[in-house]
């Protein structure tokens, strides 16, 4: 298996929200046009607000999932926030899954 890419916040970093949208959006565009990609994108916690309705990022996670990396959100982080029927790229999962993967992994980065 290889490397899982774990985005746990909305934002990438601590400080102003406008940097710190920037730098996801930065990171996420430069995942699309890397030659490596992870084998895994998983979001939890409020980071699942980024694969729902209404982000600003979602046409580049369908660009990511559309080049084989699979996205995945944490169930219970989705029904917390009210977002389980607005997921609109990649797949629900539960921790179970996520634990699987991560403990399958040759490398896992934590966003």
């Known amino acids: 298996m290889g ?55 979602l046409e580049t996670l369908v660009s990511l999932e559309n080049s084989g990396v699979e996205v995945l959100s944490c169930s219970t982080c989705l029904n917390y926030y009210g977002l389980t029927e607005k997921v609109k790229v990649g797949k629900k999962s539960n921790m179970a899954e996520i634990t699987g993967i991560l403990l399958k992994s040759e490398g896992t980065i934590t966003i």
Request: proline share 2%; no cysteine.
């Open 3 to 57: 490397k899982v890419i774990i985005i746990n916040n909305e934002r990438m970093g601590q400080g102003e929200t406008e940097l710190t949208t920037l730098l996801m959006g930065n990171f996420l565009r430069s995942l699309v046009s890397s030659e490596k990609k992870p084998e895994f994108l998983i979001f939890y916690a409020s980071a699942v607000k980024l694969v729902s309705e209404g982000s600003i990022y």
